[in-house]
Structures are given as structure tokens and as C-alpha cells.
């Protein structure tokens, strides 16, 4: 495939000689959202909101391992019992801080915008991660956002439900992160936009899923120290080669912006 750039002094934005339209987006990019884009699980975040900022032991202990949706709506109706309102839940997730070095990312990716197509994937919810990117200022970035569907009932009560049914083994029962990852690259395929490589920013082991999809040609960048980033580690260790797509780990998101900075100077 021809490369940009390559002896037509135009910008890398078009494909050749004579072209007016923009060219699609070259690059998809991947995020999660808790303690990826912002640096605290935003579920853990809203307990702020709460009667003395603590949960009943007796909600806490109906925890299981694999159902967090299903708990959090628990603890959601607890919170709405206890008069806690949109207001509160909004002023909560409009102040929960930005992991390192994310504003300097988002401001490369507005920059460069005409080359990525960027989307989120989140086990968290609708209202909290919009709340968050319009407080932030970057929410016009996304073309597209998957989590959890919230809303506020009737009574005022902020209520949470799965985003789907799947048959993974090793995700959550809600939410499989690969499922919507394979699903939208088909989807964009039959629309005939493919992208020549795909960048996927996030930290759980609901990130390790997808990222296990991606190809010798996309980059995987797992926050250091956290699930995603053993889960890669252990892969190399137990199958060498297994796991195709480039691994950069990140302490601040600075980093992913100048890997993603120095990627556009070689294609240029």
C-alpha cells in the first residue's frame, strides 16, 4: 500500500495527487475508562456520595467474584434509599482526577484527531463516563462509547443494568470486552473503513481479553504494574510469541502520546 506523504508534499491527511475528501481515520484507538482514563474505579469513587462516605457491611459482603454489575446495583438502590441524587452522583464523577499524563494525551489526540477514530470500552457506566469526559473537555473526541446503560427512575434512583450476554469463560458476566471490540471492527469493516493498526490503552484483566485479539501490527498499552500488564507478562513466560501485538507499558498516559507521536513521524 502506498504510503502518505511519499513524493506528493501533501498532507497526510489525503490519499494522493488531486484529492479533496479526508481520508478515514488510519488508526483505531482503544480506551478503557477506570484507572485508565481516570486514575480510581469510578464504582469505588461514588461511595463519596454516600451517608458518611461508607458502605453497610452487609451490602459489601454480597460481593461475588465475576458479578460486580449485579453488586453495584445493590449498591446503587442502598445510595437511592438514602436520598442520594443525580446531583450528588454527577458532582462525584465530574471530580474524580485524571490518571498522569492523560490531559497531554487528549490534547495530541485533538491535535491528530483526522487520524485516529477513538472509542471506549468500560464496565463502568453511561452516565458516569459522560459526565467525566464533558467535565474534561474531551468527550467530542469518542465516536463511539460501550458500557453499562444507567439512568435515574422515577423515584430518582440511579439504576445500572449489563450491557450484554456473552460466552466468555474469563470476563464478567455483563460485559466481555473482546465480544465489542471483534463486533465493531467487523461492523466498521462493512462500512469499508478497515485501519492499518490498532492501539489499545487500558489497565484490568477485562483489558487482557481483547488485547489478546490484537495483531503483530497493533499495540497493546497496559498501565505498569496492574492486571492487564502481569496478565501480558505471564503470557510471554508461559507461550513466547502468544501474545502478537507490541507491549508499552505506562506509568503516565505522556507516554502513550509520545509512542503514538513518534508512529505518525515515521509514516510521514
Request: hydrophobic share 35%; glycine share 6%; proline share 6%.
Amino acid at each position: 500500500m502506498r504510503r502518505c506523504c511519499e513524493g506528493v508534499g501533501l498532507p497526510c491527511l489525503f490519499k494522493g495527487v488531486g484529492m479533496a475528501s479526508p481520508r478515514p481515520p488510519r488508526y483505531l484507538l482503544v480506551f478503557d475508562f477506570d484507572e485508565t482514563i481516570i486514575n480510581e474505579n469510578s464504582d469505588d469513587s461514588i461511595v463519596r456520595a454516600a451517608p458518611g462516605q461508607v458502605l453497610p457491611e452487609q451490602i459489601r459482603q454480597t460481593f461475588r467474584e465475576g458479578f460486580y454489575n449485579e453488586y453495584m446495583q445493590r449498591v446503587l438502590a442502598y445510595m437511592g434509599d438514602q436520598g442520594v441524587k443525580m446531583g450528588d452522583f454527577k458532582t462525584v464523577y465530574e471530580n474524580i482526577p485524571l490518571s498522569p499524563g492523560m490531559p497531554d494525551l487528549f490534547q495530541f489526540l485533538s491535535k491528530n484527531h483526522e487520524l485516529f477514530e477513538i472509542i471506549l470500552i468500560s464496565d463502568a457506566n453511561m452516565f458516569g463516563i459522560e459526565c467525566r469526559l464533558r467535565a474534561a473537555g474531551f468527550s467530542s473526541l469518542f465516536r463511539k462509547i460501550f458500557s453499562n446503560p444507567s439512568s435515574f427512575d422515577k423515584r430518582g434512583y440511579f439504576t445500572l443494568g449489563p450491557y450484554h450476554s456473552h460466552k466468555c469463560l474469563d470476563c464478567p458476566a455483563n460485559m466481555c470486552k473482546r465480544k465489542i471490540l471483534t463486533e465493531y471492527l467487523a461492523e466498521r469493516a462493512q462500512e469499508e473503513v478497515e485501519f492499518e493498526r490498532v492501539f489499545y490503552v487500558g489497565d484490568g484483566a477485562n483489558d487482557f481479553c481483547p488485547s489478546v485479539t490484537l495483531t503483530s501490527a497493533d499495540v497493546a498499552f497496559p498501565r505498569k504494574g496492574y492486571p492487564m500488564h502481569r496478565m501480558t507478562q505471564e503470557m510471554e513466560k508461559k507461550q513466547p510469541g502468544a501474545f502478537q501485538a507490541t507491549v508499552v507499558p505506562w506509568d503516565s498516559a505522556a507516554e502513550v502520546a509520545h509512542y503514538l507521536q513518534e508512529v505518525l513521524k515515521k509514516k510521514c
